[in-house]
């Protein structure tokens, strides 16, 4: 089969009054739910045996390590705090360790045994799984504090365990710290005694090298004492330090005195090196030059008196000049005796400092054994001294690290159950669950349920809205209440139709039940009663019904017409409404299934459009059998009937589908079987005008009737008097 594709559809959005309608509708779902759930929870309320608490306040501390360190001396140790240290204390209450003292304390083997298992005596594991479920632990905030609260069904009981639980924690831990410091203080005296060996040891060690070494310790210095005198060891360094100044100053004036000129150095080195020998030459060349400079006045350079003159300043330069080379050798000399000085010196305290050096690596094995020792002996000391304390300290009471603040008393009325809230909370989850039902129904519930569902979902107009509870009108009378969404229904048809000539109509439905049969009367009766000819047919062949409720007989009909074996005047039926006339169904041979399909139905159909003003085919369910189908395609008008929440959505979206598949002129829906008292919603579809027709005078009748005969094209005294609104798609 083609697929047909269908318009998008709009996005539903609900609205406030949505979430009531649903509210309404599945009252009876929320009441009985909310019921239900209120009773079975005040009767478990009332069922429940009393019980009682007691609490007993317990101030809990951190534990430190079982030694304290030795860093540090002799401070105690001190931890920070842990933030999973009351987890772990509810832990350790509720483990073994703390219940099973308080089970044997307080004989609850026994005395559960009797009240709970007939005198049978309980093990221990099974009472304390019990136990555990009597017993709440809750901290205090913000302090290292613990609410030990037990509840039971006899008030002494509760106060006497919640006080054992405390007792018997404060006791674990008690035990627990003492079994700890036991242990640590054996560690610690065997630590002691390995010590003790071990100095001995090292003593007898130390002797012996002593005695082989041949050394004298007279100092008992812990370590080597060198030979070397410190003030003799100051002196040599002063004198170090002064020798290799004298010589640095001497070679650095030496060395200055070396790049002058022979010429320049005669003149320096007595303000560098005085010495009288030079200075009195130099004071005796200075006068010869003066003689030499003052004769040349008086006498010839080539005179004698001045050839002498030259002589002698000749003799005295070079006398000077040998002066010069022997205070530059002195120099030298005394350099190179400071140089020989600085390094005798340098090579005896080197030489006194390697001979201290080898006695210091002959007698260093002595000193590293006495080295030891001393490290031996002060650890001993410590460990001593730490046994000392701890053995005080496991000697004082452990109070502090467990104290009962708060001792538990017997309640005086009980805690559980607490029935105002247990009610309270019953008629709470009641209406939740109530409600969450309700609307969970209604999810589930796929069906057709408002107005706005038809138009979103199948894009077509709703030409009229049926309450729920409706008869016969032919039954009824003229008169009847129900007649108005009818008369509705003929006004809304009749602005569909595009052209007065489509007068034959089929309606139709998704499925079996939903009131087609039920609104093909009721709307055939109201366009009879308006004065129109009106003529029903039967063409629902396989399950005819309409024969019943004319109360006529189904011997001749349509069947009989379309197998040529009667006419149109012996199978068409009068009944007790004017204007209206019936056919039957008729018997429907085997043979014979696809009749509705042949020429002769088309031509009858011809034929009764010349007859009647209006004719209407009742048929079976669109989806069940193809007959609908081709009555779709045969008439001019085709109107779907949709029972409210009766059938899923697509079923009826696919109904409409197939009338538009074949051909078929949909004009518009009817929703039927309204309950108005709880869709209030509806109301402006039924009774809104059931009120205001009946509310109307006399002349707006005849006024409204006369503009209705106009639209059929009949004379005003051929319509009855009724109103029609229009609604607007």
Excluded: C
């Excluded at 004298?216 to 060891?233: E, H, I, K």
């Amino acid at each position: 089969m083609d697929q047909i594709k269908t318009a998008a559809q709009p996005e539903a959005r609900l609205h406030f009054l949505d979430y009531w309608r649903v509210i309404r509708i599945r009252k009876a779902i929320i009441i009985t739910v909310f019921l239900i759930t209120a009773i079975i929870a005040t009767a478990v309320t009332f069922i429940l045996p009393e019980q009682f608490s007691s609490t007993a306040k317990i101030k809990v501390e951190n534990d430190v390590t079982d030694i304290t360190p030795m860093s540090g001396g002799m401070t105690p140790s001190w931890s920070p705090y842990d933030a999973y240290f009351i987890q772990t204390t509810f832990e350790i209450m509720n483990s073994q360790l703390v219940l099973s003292n308080v089970i044997a304390s307080l004989n609850l083997n026994v005395e559960w045994g009797k009240k709970f298992f007939n005198g049978e005596t309980l093990k221990t594991k099974e009472t304390m799984e019990i136990l555990k479920g009597h017993i709440s632990l809750a901290p205090v905030r913000n302090a290292k504090m613990i609410n030990i609260t037990v509840f039971s069904d006899d008030r002494n009981e509760a106060a006497k365990i919640a006080n054992a639980i405390a007792e018997a924690y404060k006791d674990y831990r008690v035990k627990s710290r003492q079994e700890l410091a036991s242990k640590g203080l054996e560690k610690l005296e065997q630590q002691l005694a390995e010590q003790e060996t071990k100095i001995q040891m090292v003593q007898t060690n130390v002797e012996r090298l002593r005695s082989e070494l041949g050394i004298v310790d007279t100092a008992n210095s812990p370590g080597y004492t060198s030979t070397l005198d410190d003030d003799q060891m100051r002196r040599y360094a002063q004198l170090m330090i002064e020798g290799e100044r004298a010589y640095k100053e001497s070679m650095v004036q030496l060395d200055g005195l070396k790049h002058i000129t022979n010429g320049s150095l005669r003149d320096v080195l007595p303000s560098v090196f005085p010495d009288g020998a030079l200075s009195e030459l130099l004071g005796r060349l200075h006068e010869a030059q003066q003689n030499w400079v003052t004769k040349t006045n008086d006498y010839a350079v080539s005179s004698i008196t001045m050839t002498r003159i030259q002589s002698l300043i000749d003799e005295l330069n070079h006398q000077i000049d040998d002066r010069v080379i022997g205070i530059m050798s002195g120099l030298e000399t005394q350099v190179q005796a400071k140089k020989a000085a600085l390094d005798g010196l340098t090579q005896a305290v080197n030489d006194a400092k390697a001979k201290d050096a080898l006695q210091a690596a002959k007698n260093q094995p002595y000193y590293d054994e006495k080295i030891k020792k001393e490290q031996l002996m002060r650890m001993h000391d410590l460990l001593f001294a730490k046994i000392t304390n701890e053995k005080l300290d496991l000697e004082i009471p452990k109070t502090s690290m467990v104290q009962v603040t708060d001792t538990a008393e017997p309640g005086k009325t009980p805690v559980k159950p607490n029935k105002p809230v247990n009610i309270a909370l019953g008629l709470i989850f009641g209406i939740i669950m109530g409600v969450g039902l309700a609307f969970f129904i209604e999810y589930l519930d796929t069906s057709v349920k408002t107005i706005d569902d038809v138009e979103r979902t199948f894009q077509a107009p709703v030409l009229g809205v049926i309450p729920q509870n409706i008869g016969y009108l032919l039954d009824e009378g003229n008169e009847s209440k129900h007649a108005e969404a009818y008369r509705v229904l003929r006004t809304n048809l009749l602005f569909s139709r595009r052209d007065e000539k489509l007068n034959t109509i089929v309606i139709v439905s998704a499925g079996a039940g939903e009131g087609k049969s039920t609104t093909t009367i009721n709307l055939s009766t109201v366009f009879a009663q308006s004065g129109n000819r009106v003529l029903i047919v039967d063409s629902d062949l396989r399950r005819p019904t309409l024969h019943k409720l004319f109360k006529t007989a189904n011997n001749l009909g349509l069947t009989n017409y379309l197998l040529k074996q009667n006419t149109l005047a012996e199978i068409v039926q009068t009944t007790g409404v004017p204007n209206l006339d019936f056919m039957a169904s008729g018997k429907l041979p085997s043979s014979a299934l696809g009749i509705l399909g042949s020429a002769q139905m088309k031509e009858m159909i011809a034929e009764l459009k010349q007859r009647y003003d209006f004719i209407f085919f009742d048929s079976p369910p669109i989806l069940g059998v193809s007959d609908a189908s081709i009555l779709a395609s045969e008439v001019d008008l085709v109107m779907q009937v949709i029972q409210y929440r009766r059938y899923p959505q697509p079923m009826t979206l696919r109904a409409k589908q197939m009338i538009e598949k074949v051909g078929g002129n949909f004009v518009g829906l009817i929703l039927n079987n309204i309950n108005m008292s709880q869709d209030e919603g509806y109301y402006y579809y039924s009774g809104y005008y059931h009120d205001y027709y009946y509310s109307r005078t006399a002349s707006e009748q005849d006024a409204e009737a006369k503009a209705d005969a106009k639209l059929l094209g009949k004379p005003a005294e051929a319509s009855e008097t009724e109103v029609g609104v229009k609604q607007k798609y």
